[in-house]
């Protein structure tokens, strides 16, 4: 294996992606084999990332909430067949029936037919809910599936399972995994805590990446609210630490955290993933979840990974457990596919495996993914244009406060020159499409999405937070 031409590697395709900067680690049987911190981890300064440098991991946090569940289940404190009202008597779905019926296991698998609803998870500044709050929500909101019909990928069902770990063992999530996880494993400079991460000098800065390629930094997104979902923060030394426990099944000190039962179960296969974009390739033509992991062939071999994106940020982490290899990548570029690309090239490398054109594969699918956003905005804005010459009604006549019992309060205000809705501590101006219907941008500044605001006389509001929901949310006004 050659590690210097993996480095090469790495750092190419790392321009091609346009990332600031990319840290990464190769771990076989518990010991940390390779690491590479190319790039910068803040553009300002030319600051330069090194193993401990702080990222936030995003959505490899499940992996985290998953193996605590476990230890509650090791215990006796918890059962994963158990109905989720065991635990937390407050919650619900929509469907009184699923409500009554969902175990903690279809909240680990996103099997409760609950789309994701992140604009009621994604809120910031004084507007934050706390998690009981959301949590005891979750009732109010529209279902997009029957229950048990298919996978919805949904951080709002993790953070549910972070309120039962505080329930069950009478302290806060970052706290229990501090003791339970983090201080066994050895990782020194990870939390539960994004004011831990913004509180330190050594911590990558968020980016994304413009249409006209140019990389600029976003706003630093206080993620505490995705609680088991996607708030912790860790550096690459603790990701390999954390990567060697999961490849030898035990710490340094020799101690499992899990029993091997417990172990089985969270990597076995429990629903089919249908929201991958790589499974039409023969090298992995099909993915499955299990509990806070993805499961999937890797090239003839047995693969368990995830993957992360959050607000300038995205991780990756995956290992072969028969080969007894992993690896963890972290860097600071929104919604990049580079992460991937490097990850298996790495595991190609290792493997002895014939060469696959991987970043340029990803970068196709970077291309596709684009384009589809560009026709989602290009149809909403044809079909909107046939219904031009409908009346306009006085956009004042909007303004207020509206109400929902699923997602709380929303304001509508108007500046000198269009409406805006607030909602969460995010500001969406509005563009007159037709009638008593507005274009807002639910997307990013890199990538825009559209959809669609409708002013209802009778009703108040209908808003659509996200594209994928069968049904808007609808706000009644004051």
């Known amino acids: ?26 771990i076989e049987r518990g010991r940390l084999i390779h690491t590479g911190t190319l790039g910068t981890a803040d553009l300002s300064t030319g600051r330069k990332p090194d193993l401990h440098t702080r990222y936030p991991i995003c959505s490899l946090t499940k992996s985290m909430t998953a193996l605590c569940m476990g230890m509650l289940a090791d215990e006796g404190k918890l059962g994963f067949k158990a109905p989720v009202k065991t635990y937390l008597p407050e919650f619900g779905l929509e469907d009184s029936y699923a409500g009554e019926h969902a175990t903690v296991r279809d909240l680990l698998t996103h099997m409760t037919g609950l789309p994701r609803h992140d604009r009621l998870t994604f809120q910031i500044g004084e507007e934050k809910e706390s998690l009981e709050e959301l949590v005891g929500r979750i009732e109010l909101l529209p279902m997009n599936r029957q229950f048990r019909s298919r996978f919805e990928y949904i951080n709002l069902m993790y953070m549910a399972c972070s309120l039962i770990i505080e329930r069950l063992s009478g302290k806060p999530y970052g706290e229990f995994l501090k003791e339970r996880l983090f201080q066994p494993i050895g990782m020194k400079d990870s939390s539960a805590c994004t004011q831990d991460m913004l509180d330190t000098d050594n911590r990558a800065k968020p980016y994304i990446r413009l249409k006209d390629g140019a990389v600029v930094e976003t706003r630093s997104f206080h993620n505490d609210s995705l609680s088991g979902a996607g708030n912790v923060n860790s550096t690459l030394a603790d990701m390999a630490a954390y990567m060697g426990f999961l490849t030898e099944h035990k710490t340094k000190k020799g101690e499992g955290l899990i029993s091997e039962q417990m172990r089985k179960q969270i990597f076995a296969t429990h629903t089919i993933d249908w929201c991958g974009y790589d499974y039409k390739w023969p090298e992995m033509p099909v993915a499955c979840y299990g509990l806070g992991w993805t499961i999937q062939p890797y090239r003839g071999n047995l693969c368990f990974c995830h993957a992360g994106s959050l607000y300038g940020f995205t991780s990756y982490m995956s290992f072969l457990p028969y080969e007894r290899t992993g690896v963890v990548l972290l860097s600071n570029l929104e919604q990049s596919f580079l992460t991937h690309s490097v990850a298996h090239h790495l595991f190609d490398a290792v493997l002895g495996l014939p ?24 149809e909403i804005l044809r079909t909107d244009a046939e219904r031009k010459n409908e009346p306009v009604p006085e956009p004042s006549l909007f303004s207020g406060e509206y109400e929902n019992s699923g997602y709380g309060s929303l304001h509508v205000c108007q500046t000198a020159d269009r409406l805006h809705i ?44 996200e594209v994928d929901l069968e049904r808007p949310i609808e706000f009644v006004r004051r």
């Open 355 to 378: 060469y696959v054109n991987w970043e340029e594969r990803y970068a196709e699918n970077q291309r596709n993914t684009d384009k589809a956003y560009e026709a989602h905005n290009e």
């Open 422 to 465: 607030k909602y969460g501590g995010w500001d969406y101006p509005l563009t007159h499409s037709y009638g008593n219907t507005y274009l807002l941008d639910i997307g990013r500044p890199n990538r825009p999405l559209l959809t669609r605001a409708e002013f209802c006389p009778q009703r108040g509001l209908r808003v659509w937070f």
């Open 1 to 26: 294996m050659n590690l210097e031409a993996i480095d090469h590697y790495a750092a190419e395709q790392m321009e091609r992606f346009g990332v600031p900067s990319l840290c990464y680690a190769l």
